[in-house]
């Protein structure tokens, strides 16, 4: 009991931290992903709890990541959210069956430059995809995102230049104050800076407002459970795209659960056991995918944040769960009013942060 408390006593401020930034992460992700933001939440809780219990790391922080959105939005354009629940409890058994036969052992041989290469593909996917949301052009839905970028540059001159001067400010923020101010990530103050841009703009009678989350995704929700079982026929399992995808989201949760691990076992001086952390990943996608959730996997930057805020053992991502749940319930009537323009902001920063050009410079 004591251990216990003094657990807790260590890591209550790195899991609050973690939290605070998971729930603007955890919208934008989701929405990403093509999902409604209610998932990502539901993602980052139950993810992020399960695999926190069951992995082998110490500090990886498990949620919603760009790595996966990349790669789940064509189909869910093409075949609704609902379908992403079912993509995350396939990979989930996926990834169990790869615990039992120790895939951990052989992904390591996958060369760096596959690994960059797909890195920077899902970069270019994740920041081309908010093209609609930092132009100001309504863009019909498509599954392929040339479609995408052909109707945009064909509509160039429909697009509007003060919401785009507004995207670039925002990135430009973000890059700036993590550069200066490492504690508080610029993600979380521009969020709440968007909020209260939004609010003051549509109380005043200046006429210019942004369109926002909650005029986007009317049925924001802080819930631990989405029913999508009225949505599942089992005519969705005969589908070929649908296993192909839930396979390639194992091997990549596998993949950067691995490397999250790795990195903060660098840090830290520490080293986490592989094979409990792909069942943590495998078991946190049953369980996000059940709650009606999104994939997920280990998030480099929640996890290396965490670390900074000063966590001690796999007690902190278990209080961030917590505490987001708290959180949400609390703040997200807010997120209503965040912009969809300061979403798009934060999404190609993290798609630009995907980008590690000492990498391509190593490769080169």
Do not use: C
């Given at each position: ?97 790869g615990y039992f036969f ?176 792909v069942l943590g990943v ?83």
């Open positions: 009991m004591k251990n216990l408390f003094n657990l807790l006593k260590l890591n209550w401020k790195s899991g609050l931290t973690v939290s605070l930034v998971s729930l603007p992460l955890s919208l934008a992700l989701a929405i990403a992903s093509g999902a409604s933001p209610t998932q990502g939440i539901i993602t980052a809780l139950w993810a992020g709890l399960i695999g926190a219990i069951f992995g082998g790391s110490n500090f990886n922080v498990t949620g919603p990541t760009g790595a996966l959105s990349g790669i789940l939005i064509g189909y869910t354009i093409a075949n609704g959210y609902w379908s992403l629940p079912i993509i995350a409890i396939l990979a989930g058994i996926f990834i169990v069956i120790r895939i951990d052992k052989y992904i390591i041989f996958i060369p760096k430059s596959v690994v960059y290469g797909f890195t920077l593909g899902v970069a270019f996917i994740i920041g081309l995809n908010q093209i609609d949301n930092f132009l100001g052009l309504t863009i019909p839905k498509t599954e392929r995102l040339i479609e995408k970028i052909i109707f945009a540059l064909a509509h160039i001159g429909e697009a509007n230049l003060s919401i785009f001067l507004i995207f670039i400010l925002g990135v430009a923020f973000i890059f700036f104050w993590n550069k200066k101010m490492q504690k508080v990530p610029g993600a979380v103050i521009l969020a709440a800076a968007g909020i209260i841009f939004s609010i003051l703009m549509y109380n005043s009678n200046i006429g210019f407002n942004l369109e926002t989350i909650g005029q986007r995704y009317s049925n924001i929700d802080a819930k631990i459970f989405i029913n999508f079982w009225g949505e599942f026929s089992w005519s969705m399992l005969y589908d070929k795209q649908l296993w192909i995808l839930s396979l390639a989201t194992a091997i990549i949760a596998i993949l950067e659960t691995l490397m999250s691990g790795q990195i903060a076992d660098s840090i830290t001086k520490t080293k986490f056991n592989r094979k409990k952390e495998g078991l946190a996608n049953i369980g996000s995918g059940i709650f009606g959730g999104i994939p997920a996997t280990a998030a480099l930057a929640r996890t290396a944040l965490n670390i900074k805020s000063g966590a001690t053992h796999k007690t902190s991502a278990i209080i961030g769960s917590f505490s987001l749940f708290v959180i949400s319930f609390l703040l997200l009537p807010y997120f209503r009013w965040l912009p969809m323009v300061f979403i798009a902001s934060i999404l190609v920063f993290v798609a630009m942060s995907m980008v590690e050009k000492k990498h391509f410079i190593h490769l080169l």
